[in-house]
């Protein structure tokens, strides 16, 4: 069973920048599925980026242009680099993966890994 454990979340304020990253030990490689989540409470989690075995990625549109994800195959970490933040991107992080596929997914449904979350808090 693949771990997850992220980090890297905090409080800042808008404008600011944080770096997410999910960290996969004792797994030999990251050539799946993999993607970034956030829930805020009393609301389902959405996919905000994900990344297909290469690393490919593809963002939800709430984010495109403020947060980039990539992998570090050597270290088998997934990142989310997240730029010009806003109050409305304060909620719960989440790292997801699905080691049997390939493909991206934004979906929830198309993961069955999680982590344990990372809260990121903005404020105006």
């Known amino acids: 069973q693949v771990q997850l454990l992220e980090s890297g979340g905090g409080s800042v304020q808008t404008g600011a920048s944080l770096r997410l990253s999910c960290a996969m030990p004792g797994y030999t490689h990251s050539s799946f599925r993999m993607a970034w989540f956030r829930q805020t409470p009393g609301k389902q989690r959405v996919c905000v980026a994900t990344t297909n075995g290469y690393g490919t990625p593809n963002y939800a549109d709430s984010v495109k242009g403020r947060f980039t994800v990539s992998k570090d195959i050597v270290n088998n970490t997934l990142y989310l680099q997240m730029s010009s933040l806003k109050p409305e991107d304060s909620a719960m992080y989440y790292c997801?993966?699905?080691?049997?596929?390939?493909?991206?997914?934004?979906?929830?449904?198309?993961?069955?890994?999680w982590g344990q979350g990372t809260q990121v808090t903005v404020s105006s």
């Open positions: 997801a993966a699905n080691p049997g596929s390939w493909t991206w997914s934004l979906e929830e449904s198309d993961y069955n890994v």
